[in-house]
């Protein structure tokens, strides 16, 4: 174990999993271009005619290996799969193997608020069995929490230190730095382990940086869900940045973009959060099939309980160590609140979410600044707001605090890149700008205006009824997961894929 990392936990529940030192020490040497080959030998020679014996004579190790690449696909039919069964609605029980980047409980920053809501979903017809990374010893206590929704939850803890050290290394490899930032050896062995026990149907993948795990699998169908695509954030992040970081980031975006393409060409078929996304990834992947599987939002927990309003307040919900909310709040308090505050005096900002960053604390001195930090609930904060603000600069995908927003029926003030994340109409229930001076104006309407702010506090909440339950999201991922897992397993070359015929609908399903 890394000195720096922490203890795993071990809970006493048997489906929980926090994974230990490994003994395949072996599997520890073996680096990433090699693992496939190593779990490919290993099948084969126990499932096929080598058993026992040593490498075909007359063969180089490396013809050897070719050969047995090409009966992998035999070796994952010819040991067959779990037997399926069919639940109660008729839908066929399939083991899937969800593979995500954190812990997917509590549902508390945007993509465990996603990988909460599928794990949970997909638990109730199906076996799944989640693979994570856990932000260090606090992230491990949520395991417990997590395996409620699960089949089982193996976790391995990371710490920031040794991910940077490993982003450092790869500078020079030619490899995604953010990939490398999560590669971790016992998860990879976590999953061969398990896979040797229980043979998935379906493998789900949830973000780019963590298809790794899920690379050497390829005679099992494989989900890619990017959600949204990172290669194009990275490059707005440069954009922000210094000219070291910015050249830092430049290289990751071009890097990751290379790996994306790779995996969505790999993989049985990609999914992404909404029509903005989809768009980019069919400008940039052509003739790669993708679906939309978009966000949602619990309606019934995030609905207004009717207090009271503080008069002027404006709120910014968001993890407050994450670059794009720090530089957005940051530009708020700069350029916007000040306008805001010569026209209504009373006017104060609420800046609730985890993490806060010292330049986020330094923010709290100025007149009308209140920071939280870590709160066990946004909802008394929101529904005593006003109006909500995303003035984010920087942001790929489906902003959550909109939507939560917007179902507490707050009326909200985005940015261009904030609002098209989102299939709202301007106007109902979110007003958009990126000018300081615009969105300031519109700030001071909705806070001078009562009339004018309950008519959109009114359209907010019934654009998310319409548009974002997550019973339509879902019910999109299970179309895919039915008609990719139907599809009988053919081995797909780099050069060529055949498309599931159940497929041919979902590709081009509207956005929600």
């Known amino acids: 174990m890394d000195a720096s990392e922490p203890e795993p936990i071990r809970g006493t529940d048997p489906r929980l999993h926090v994974c230990e030192q490994p003994g395949w020490a072996r599997m520890r040497r073996i680096m990433d271009g090699n693992r496939r080959r190593a779990w490919v030998s290993r099948a084969v020679r126990r499932n096929c005619a080598f058993s026992g014996r040593a490498w075909p004579c007359g063969l180089s190790r490396y013809i050897c290996t070719f050969y ?9 039919l010819t040991r067959g799969c779990p037997t399926r069964e069919k639940t109660p609605a008729g839908v066929i029980k399939v083991r899937i193997f969800f593979v995500c980047q954190r812990v997917p409980f509590p549902p508390d920053r945007g993509d465990k608020i996603v990988t909460f809501q599928e794990v949970r979903h997909l638990s109730q017809r199906h076996e799944v069995h989640v693979f994570c990374l856990a932000d260090g010893a606090a992230d491990l206590a949520n395991v417990a929490g997590a395996v409620e929704h699960a089949a089982s939850v193996t976790a391995v803890p990371v710490t920031k230190l040794r991910s940077r050290l490993r ?8 490899r995604p730095l953010s990939v490398a930032a999560f590669d971790k050896a016992r ?19 949830f973000s780019c940086n963590v298809a790794q795990y899920a690379e050497h699998f390829a005679g099992v169908p494989r989900i890619m869900q ?12 440069a954009t922000f940045k210094n000219i070291a970081l910015k050249w830092i ?6 890097r990751l973009l290379a790996y994306e393409h790779s995996i969505a060409r790999r993989f049985s078929h990609s999914l992404v959060c909404n029509a903005v996304e989809q768009a980019d990834f069919e ?17 019934e927990h995030f609905q207004s309980s009717g207090m009271n309003k503080r008069p002027g307040s404006i709120i910014f919900t968001g993890i407050m160590d994450y670059f794009p909310n720090v530089d957005g709040v940051t530009w708020f308090c700069d350029e916007v609140l000040p306008r805001v505050q010569n026209r209504v005096p009373e006017a104060s900002l609420t800046i609730c979410g985890n993490r806060p ?10 007149r009308g600044i209140n920071v939280t930090g870590w709160v066990p609930d946004t909802r008394p904060y929101l529904d005593s707001a006003e109006v909500c603000v995303a003035p984010l600069r920087v942001a790929r995908g489906v902003q959550n605090k909109l939507l939560e927003a917007l179902a507490m029926g707050l009326p909200c003030v985005a940015s261009g890149v904030a609002w098209r994340g989102t299939a709202v109409p301007k106007g109902a229930g979110i007003l958009v700008s990126d000018d300081a001076a615009q969105f300031a104006e519109h700030v001071i309407r909705l806070l001078q205006m009562a009339t004018f702010r309950m008519a959109m506090a009114g359209k907010a909440r019934a654009a998310v009824e319409t548009m974002y339950r997550w019973e339509t999201q879902l019910a999109a991922l299970d179309s895919v ?12 070359t780099s050069c060529s894929r055949q498309t599931p015929p159940q497929l041919d609908a979902l590709v081009n399903l509207p956005a929600s």
């Not at 980031?249 to 071009?254: F, L, M, P, S």
């Not at 400008?283 to 309606?299: A, C, T, W």
């Not at 997961?481 to 797909?492: I, M």
């Open 68 to 76: 047995l690449l090409q009966l992998t696909h035999v070796v994952n």
């Open 167 to 174: 982003s450092l290394l790869a500078l020079g490899s030619g």
């Open 187 to 205: 998860l990879h062995d976590a999953i061969i382990r398990k896979y040797d026990e229980a043979r998935p149907d379906l493998i789900i993948v």
């Open 226 to 237: 990017f959600h949204d695509l990172d290669s194009l954030k990275w490059a707005q992040f």
């Open 249 to 254: 980031y430049q290289i990751e975006a071009k």
């Open 283 to 299: 400008r940039l992947f052509p003739g790669i099939e993708v679906s939309l599987v978009g966000n949602g939002v619990d309606l």
């Open 357 to 366: 960053t010292a330049a986020i604390l330094r923010l709290a001195k100025r």
């Open 481 to 492: 997961v039915a008609a990719v897992t139907e599809w009988p397993r053919k081995r797909r």
